[in-house]
């Protein structure tokens, strides 16, 4: 059960106290003042006042057939046959105003907080697992790939005997297939700056929060384009080109690509 708190406890006690003080100077006042002040008693409580004298045999010998009480407004008698009894008072509190406690709760207790569900995982062991499976995934890859593919290193480079077709690495050579078709400039400057400053600009152009891929086609059609433009650059540049960076069907000529 809820205890009730202290200052709630002393407002009642004081309100009992000025209850009981003013019920007590009011019997007093009507006891002694008589009629004057007997319009301060309510009428019931004296009726049951003189038919409790009367039962008890301290009342007058009339007392027993009917009692009394002036003091309704206008002069009005309020009776009480012999034997009867009276109603019981109605309740009333301080002042005469009804009170009723039901319960008192503690500030606070009543509020409804819910946490809203959060879409969010922790690091460990939901990222972290993932991570390392990959690594081992990739150390495993490599580990086979180089156990199979010979990649010895080339000779130091003589600047008298230069190799032909000259190659970049192949993340490079979709750079270098630009170069073949526009200016240095353009190739190596405004187009890749463009690019990249495009990838950057997407997250503020495409502000969908959901990480669903259905939810998201503007972000992955312009990655997938980038990707795709780039890759088949890299692609033209390791099997198409031959000799003097000449055009070549790699099923004719050969592949002029090493790894």
Known sequence: MTEIPEHLRKRAEEARAKAAAKSSDG??????GGGDDGGKIPAHLLARSQAARAASGGG??????????????GGAVATVPSGATAPPPAPTGPEGHTQRLLTVVKAGSIQDVKAKPVDKVHTWPHLLVGEFVAALAVTAFLLVFSAFVNAPLLSLANFNLTPNPSK?????????????????????????????FVLMFAPYMDRNPSPRPEDRKFAISLFTLFLMFWAILVIIGSFFRGPGFNFTFPWVDGVFFDL
């Open 27 to 32: 019997g007093n006042e009507g006891a002694e």
């Open 168 to 196: 970049a690495p192949w993340y490079f050579l979709g750079l270098q297939e630009l170069l073949t078709m526009f200016h240095p400039m353009v190739a190596g400057v405004t187009i890749p700056g463009m690019g990249i």
């Open 60 to 73: 007058d010998a009339g007392a027993g057939d009917a009692a009394t009480a002036q003091g309704e407004p």
